[in-house]
T-cell receptor, first 118, second 114 residues
């Protein structure tokens, strides 16, 4: 149980276009989802926290107008990279917290999405 | 502020030898502590976690970690490393407040030599 999927697993796009990444909790309801960004050979940096039905909370330095996050249901959160540029190329990973698990901060990670902007 | 330090960027261990990866954290109260493993191009897999209780935690794949409050450490160990253990290892900390994100260390790359 506790599976989180991401789609697509990798995407290549042209500079200036927008890309949407989906994060789904397959067998549990995720009251909170997190989006992380990972540069090559580096750690995961938290971008934003999203709670179902409310606006996402962005970390300092993350442009909310560029990285649009929507958490419209308990099983789906989306991250849209708007007007993507080569510097947005990265590995994006989501995690989801099972609201019913009773375990604080038991988070389950998706497999990640590799974004390459040409 | 919470932070995690993994002092070793890269470690090479011979296959069959023991392994210890270091992790130190900074947090005002007792944190929740995690170790994750990441293979190239893959997501994260949870190896083990510590919330409370016994300070020696057993995880998957033969890994264990010991929480030492006095040293603010949560080192990961394995008695005998296998070639398939070569990967990136991340230590992470979280508060006990529901809904807070994990704070990750910079990671340690483990190479296994034959």
């Amino acid at each position: 149980g506790a599976v989180v999927s991401q789609h697509p697993s990798w995407v290549i796009c042209k500079s200036g276009t927008s890309v949407k990444i989906e994060c789904r909790s397959l067998d549990f309801q995720a009251t909170t989802m997190f989006w992380y960004r990972q540069f090559p050979k580096q750690s995961l940096m938290l971008m934003a926290t999203s709670n179902e039905g409310s606006k996402a909370t962005y970390e300092q330095g993350v442009e909310k107008d560029k990285f649009l996050i929507n958490h419209a249901s308990l099983t789906l959160s989306t991250l849209t990279v708007t007007s993507a540029h080569p510097e947005d190329s990265s590995f994006y990973i989501c995690s989801a917290r099972d609201g019913a698990s009773g375990s604080y901060n038991e988070q389950f990670f998706g497999p990640g999405t590799r974004l390459t902007v040409l | 502020a919470q932070s995690v330090t993994q002092p070793d960027i890269h470690i090479t261990v011979s296959e069959g030898a023991s392994l210890e990866l270091r992790c130190n954290y900074s947090y005002g109260a007792t944190p929740y502590l995690f170790w994750y493993v990441q293979s190239p191009g893959q997501g994260l897999q949870l190896l083990l976690k510590y919330f409370s209780g016994d300070t020696l935690v057993q995880g998957i794949k033969g890994f264990e970690a010991e929480f030492k409050r006095s040293q603010s450490s949560f080192n990961l160990r394995k008695p005998s490393v296998h070639w398939s253990d070569a990967a990136e290892y991340f230590c992470a900390v979280a508060s006990n407040q529901a809904g807070t994100a994990l704070i990750f260390g910079k990671g340690t790359t483990l190479s296994v030599s034959s």
